[in-house]
């Protein structure tokens, strides 16, 4: 998960406020989408196959893993690979479409979510080398993306724009610390590549999936983001009967904390490189205090975050692993896409 200007700190959760969560949620919402199938899609990218950061062997299996699932959903799976010259590493950007109408020159929703883990070695300071699987940032929401294109596929019937499927590599900032200049690597490339292919100006709206599945689920307003597209992510909170866990971040005691620390509302990551090209995009995220102590200070010096109970702070520590994670909040997540379909087709085939 790359940087951002949404920023806090909390406690540990607790089981009772996990209780509270999913209670005042309505419990598990109802939908499509096998929430323990996406949960074993993280168990194989975090657990068996482990560290994947760019370049890495265990990012192209990661890759072979999404590919080989794909082929089993009877779906095509399209490989988008490219050396990036700086490192010279190679992007494997991988990508499936599901047709609509006019699949060939028609209007395109594209979904996407980054599928690398942060680089936690060979770093300068020591406090950045540990472990790190990336099972909520970076196995999460790939996972959903993979129910995403079953569900969608079998829906009847079936929609009339072309979806496209797409996982991310090289999100992460090489350095530890965030480098504009190294991150976002593979959505760049593959944006020059829609570009070069004249499929960019098909692609009418981007959603993207980060920080996916901890257990006390909740999904955070961002400054970058396209604001009808987070409107129909709001209306289909509330279809779920999930209102309560859609965009209470960053509320006003966290946007008093931006003002005061001249600080712009926004999250970077790979939806602002799809809306530099054009696109309305979106970001579907849990980060709002989700950074812990050290790292908070490591990027803000000379200021203290406000404080929050009952989230957990694993972003970018080796405590980002599967066993914070639920079933129900995967579900949740790719329920609330299924959700908001409708609406996101209207929306791609509005004449602009």
Same mark, same amino acid.
Request: glycine share 10%; aromatic share 8%.
């Given at each position: 998960?790359?940087?951002?200007?949404?920023?806090?700190?909390?406690?540990?959760?607790?089981?009772?406020?996990?209780?509270?969560?999913?209670?005042?949620?309505?419990?598990? %919402?109802?939908?499509?989408?096998?929430?323990?199938?996406?949960?074993?899609?993280?168990?194989?990218?975090?657990?068996?196959?482990? !560290?994947?950061?760019?370049?890495?062997?265990?990012?192209?299996?990661?890759?072979?893993?999404?590919?080989? !699932?794909?082929?089993?959903?009877?779906?095509?799976?399209?490989?988008?690979?490219?050396?990036?010259?700086?490192?010279?590493?190679?992007?494997?950007?991988?990508?499936?479409?599901?047709?609509?109408?006019?699949?060939?020159?028609?209007? /395109?929703?594209?979904?996407?979510?980054?599928?690398?883990?942060?680089?936690?070695?060979?770093?300068?300071?020591?406090?950045?080398?540990?472990?790190?699987?990336?099972?909520?940032?970076?196995?999460?929401? %790939?996972?959903? @993306? *993979?129910?995403?294109?079953?569900? /969608?596929?079998?829906?009847?019937?079936?929609? $009339?724009?072309?979806?496209?499927?797409?996982?991310?590599?090289?999100?992460?900032?090489?350095?530890?610390?965030?480098?504009?200049?190294?991150? *976002?690597?593979?959505?760049?490339?593959?944006?020059?590549? *829609?570009?070069? !292919?004249?499929? @960019? %100006?098909?692609?009418?709206?981007?959603?993207? @999936?980060?920080?996916?599945?901890?257990?006390?689920?909740?999904?955070?307003?961002?400054?970058?983001?396209?604001?009808? @597209?987070? !409107? /129909?992510?709001?209306?289909?909170? $509330?279809?779920?009967?999930?209102?309560?866990?859609?965009?209470?971040?960053?509320?006003?005691? $966290?946007?008093?904390?931006?003002?005061?620390?001249?600080?712009?509302?926004?999250?970077?990551?790979?939806?602002?490189?799809?809306?530099? =090209?054009?696109?309305?995009?979106?970001?579907?995220?849990?980060?709002?205090?989700?950074?812990?102590?050290?790292?908070?200070? $490591?990027?803000?010096?000379?200021?203290?975050?406000?404080?929050?109970?009952?989230?957990?702070?694993?972003?970018?520590?080796?405590?980002?692993?599967?066993?914070?994670?639920?079933?129900?909040?995967?579900?949740?997540?790719?329920?609330?896409? =299924?959700?908001?379909?409708?609406? *996101?087709?209207?929306?791609?085939?509005?004449?602009?």
């Amino acid at each position: 998960m790359p940087t951002a200007n949404v920023r806090a700190v909390g406690a540990a959760r607790g089981a009772a406020l996990l209780l509270l969560a999913l209670a005042a949620c309505g419990g598990p %919402p109802a939908g499509p989408v096998n929430g323990a199938a996406a949960l074993e899609h993280v168990r194989q990218l975090s657990v068996v196959i482990g !560290e994947r950061p760019f370049g890495s062997d265990g990012l192209a299996k990661a890759a072979d893993y999404i590919s080989a !699932e794909i082929r089993k959903l009877g779906l095509d799976p399209q490989r988008h690979e490219v050396v990036d010259e700086p490192s010279g590493k190679t992007i494997r950007n991988v990508y499936t479409q599901i047709g609509g109408k006019n699949a060939e020159t028609g209007p /395109i929703l594209m979904l996407g979510a980054h599928y690398d883990s942060k680089l936690c070695s060979g770093h300068a300071d020591a406090a950045h080398n540990f472990k790190f699987v990336g099972a909520i940032d970076g196995g999460g929401a %790939p996972a959903v @993306l *993979l129910e995403l294109a079953r569900v /969608i596929k079998a829906q009847t019937p079936p929609l $009339e724009v072309s979806v496209w499927l797409y996982w991310i590599d090289a999100e992460e900032s090489i350095d530890f610390q965030w480098n504009s200049e190294r991150a *976002l690597i593979g959505s760049k490339a593959f944006t020059k590549w *829609l570009g070069k !292919e004249k499929v @960019l %100006p098909r692609v009418k709206a981007f959603v993207l @999936l980060d920080l996916l599945g901890d257990a006390n689920y909740k999904v955070d307003r961002d400054g970058n983001s396209h604001k009808e @597209l987070q !409107e /129909i992510f709001a209306r289909a909170g $509330e279809k779920l009967g999930c209102s309560d866990r859609m965009y209470q971040f960053p509320g006003a005691r $966290e946007l008093q904390w931006y003002r005061d620390n001249g600080r712009p509302w926004g999250i970077t990551d790979d939806h602002n490189v799809f809306t530099d =090209c054009g696109v309305p995009s979106v970001l579907l995220i849990d980060f709002e205090h989700r950074i812990g102590k050290q790292r908070w200070q $490591e990027m803000n010096p000379n200021s203290s975050p406000p404080d929050a109970e009952g989230y957990a702070q694993w972003w970018h520590t080796a405590e980002d692993t599967i066993d914070r994670m639920s079933a129900d909040s995967l579900a949740f997540a790719g329920n609330l896409v =299924c959700a908001a379909l409708p609406d *996101l087709q209207a929306f791609v085939l509005k004449k602009r």
